[in-house]
């Protein structure tokens, strides 16, 4: 992989102005949301939130720099196919999550008085097991989708301001941490709104000045169509068929993009612990409405223009250096974004991009270190503590949990490898997916559903969505080298299934064991089941 | 227009129908929106009257 300089040209005194003013923003921000804080707020903000900020914070979290930088970049190689993932975005990450499920997940969590994702399965289900293991796995496998945002955030502070890796990584650590240490879930969702609106401006102004650079958009797209001839002959035998039309139905990219990208990430994100809970955090059901709005509009402008910028950075290379986007960036899809903005944008717009980008690892990574802080807190020791730990003393747990969070985050980050970005992603996403979407979705609709069918479903869920990591997926399998051991080969299996995501056949398998094992069995708490559903009757019209 | 092209063409459709649909049920709702029922209202301000009588500890009741 050639090396590619995309360090910016900027004044080092207004870029450190410029990140001085915005860190003075966020921690008045974080402070705002400790003062307006009580006890249960750091674990879901106080049930008081503004459908506004509820939902700029919601889409701030769920998208970081990988989906700017990384996806935008995957969208320079394999085109305009990704818009598919967009829609999916807004479609089951803004609106089946607010209108249709939020409200029953708000109506359930105010019920049972939950806080957070462990808590509210743990209650629906009476049972303290799905608690310590929900919040188990999001403490083990959580750390590893941290360090993935918190390595990209890393990486483009160092490319473009050629500040060294390990100070990047400390500086970004540090500031997160500071400011969920002193806001809880209050000031990240405050602060998380500041940085959804300039990722907002960002982007727009991206997409604008690009379309003007390219002569206007019917210009930019006929350009792109054009190019169908230029696909690399190894692309053209994956599958690949222009940056205007879809990968050929069931190639490798076919696969890599349908059920990796737009099912794993476009539905996976609804059995996201970290987003899910900011359900409970609205006043109404009638709060969630307006989120949908909000939301939709911010996942379209953030989500799709990074989308759209990556395939057509293909025609400005190609114009400018006669060269496609990936060769331009040196192979390295990562790079095809920032070396677009610095080539292609105003320079002072890269004093902006810096803080879009800061911005959109802040709000991940923040609202990652929270759920893992939480978990470990409230749904952990205090739970096990059983009612003898004070609130002071939960809230001082959480935060002790929040640094080890951050530590273990920073030395995961140390220790990964590169070009692990995507794949720490999408392990996390199918982890949280395979096993928990069919029981969570199902607790919101289905009174018959049971505890040991929750239970097997979420078990067997992660336990194929694992095996598939580990010997069939061939992105990951290659990583473990188990398969390799076992066969010589970097999947068990060397057809085309070594490109289908494990969700796809775990999500299957755990939706059969929850409804199988629940047909089955009894339910054992009946009454709280009932008075769930009737204030889920009550609450929603 | 080739199948692929037509795909992409859907997929642009689907993400400004979706965007569309987010807006439109959010709008709607937000000026339709019904007063609480007295069963929802009571659950609620029962709720909030709890959470206010918590002490603050973080901040001594500011």
Redo the contacts between chains.
């Keep these: 992989m050639d090396s590619v300089n995309v360090t910016l040209d900027v004044n080092l005194f207004v870029m450190v102005a410029v990140i001085i003013v915005y860190l003075g923003a966020v921690a008045f921000l974080s402070w705002l949301g400790r003062i307006k804080s009580r006890g249960d707020d750091f674990a879901s903000g106080g049930r008081n939130i503004p459908s506004a900020v509820m939902a700029l914070s919601y889409g701030a979290a769920f998208i970081s720099t990988s989906a700017i930088v990384g996806f935008g970049g995957m969208a320079a190689e394999i085109g305009m196919s990704l818009i598919w993932l967009a829609g999916a975005n807004i479609f089951f990450g803004i609106f089946l999550a607010f209108a249709v499920f939020g409200k029953r997940t708000r109506a359930v969590g105010l019920t049972l008085d939950a806080h957070t994702f462990p808590e509210f399965l743990s209650k629906r289900f009476a049972s303290p097991f799905i608690r310590y293991f929900t919040a188990a796995v999001m403490i083990v496998s959580m750390p590893l989708y941290a360090a993935a945002v918190l390595i990209g955030a890393a990486r483009i502070l160092e490319s473009l301001l050629g500040v060294p890796y390990e100070y990047a990584l400390a500086a970004f650590s540090l500031l997160v941490a500071v400011y969920v240490l002193i806001g809880g879930l209050r000031g990240v969702m405050y602060t998380d709104a500041l940085q959804g609106t300039l990722m907002i401006a960002g982007m727009l102004f991206l997409l604008v000045a690009m379309f003007i650079k390219l002569g206007g958009p019917i210009d930019a797209f006929s350009k792109l169509h054009a190019m169908k001839e230029l696909v690399p002959p190894e692309s053209a035998a994956a599958g690949h068929q222009g940056w205007l039309s879809d990968p050929k139905v069931f190639s490798p990219v076919w696969w890599t993009l349908y059920s990796s990208l737009v099912f794993g990430v476009g539905v996976g994100v609804l059995a996201q612990p970290h987003l899910a809970v900011r359900c409970l955090t609205v006043k109404t059901s009638a709060e969630l409405n307006r989120a949908a709005a909000v939301g939709g509009v911010f996942i379209l402008i953030t989500v799709a223009t990074p989308y759209v910028l990556g395939a057509l950075s293909n025609v400005f290379f190609y114009e400018k250096d006669g060269v496609l986007a990936s060769v331009a960036a040196g192979h390295n899809v990562d790079s095809v974004i920032p070396l677009l903005i610095k080539q292609a944008m105003p320079g002072w717009f890269s004093y902006f991009f810096m803080l879009v980008i800061l911005s959109a690892a802040v709000s991940t990574l923040s609202s990652q270190f929270h759920a893992i802080g939480v978990a470990f807190g409230r749904d952990v020791l205090e739970a096990a503590a059983r009612g003898r730990l004070s609130r002071r003393s939960s809230v001082l747990i959480s935060r002790i949990g929040i640094v080890a969070a951050v530590l273990l985050t920073v030395f995961l980050s140390m220790k990964m490898g590169a070009g692990i970005i995507a794949r720490a992603t999408s392990i996390f996403f199918g982890i949280m997916a395979s096993g928990w979407l069919a029981p969570f979705l199902l607790s919101l609709y289905w009174q018959r559903l049971t505890k040991a069918g929750a239970i097997a479903g979420m078990v067997c869920g992660l336990t194929a969505a694992l095996i598939g990591f580990l010997f069939f997926h061939e992105s990951e399998s290659a990583v473990f080298g188990l398969a390799q051991l076992l066969t010589g080969n970097p999947a068990v299996v060397m057809n085309i299934f070594r490109f289908v995501d494990p969700l796809v056949y775990a999500l299957p398998i755990s939706l059969f064991f929850t409804v199988v094992v629940s047909f089955f069995t009894k339910v054992t708490n009946a009454d709280t089941v009932k008075k769930c559903f009737q204030n889920i009757k009550n609450m929603i019209q | 227009m080739?199948?692929?092209?037509f795909?992409?063409l859907l997929?642009?459709i689907?993400?400004?129908?979706?965007?569309f649909?987010?807006?439109v049920?959010?709008?709607l709702?937000?000026i339709r929106?019904?007063p609480?029922?007295e069963?929802?209202r009571t659950?609620?301000e029962k709720?909030?009257d709890e959470?206010e009588k918590?002490?603050?500890?973080?901040?001594g009741g500011?």
Excluded at chain 2, 2 to 5: F, I, L, Y
């Design positions: 080739t199948g692929g092209e795909s992409v997929g642009v689907f993400l400004f129908a979706s965007a649909l987010c807006i049920y959010g709008i709702n937000s929106r019904r609480l029922s069963k929802e659950e609620e709720w909030l959470e918590i002490d603050d500890e973080w901040t500011v």
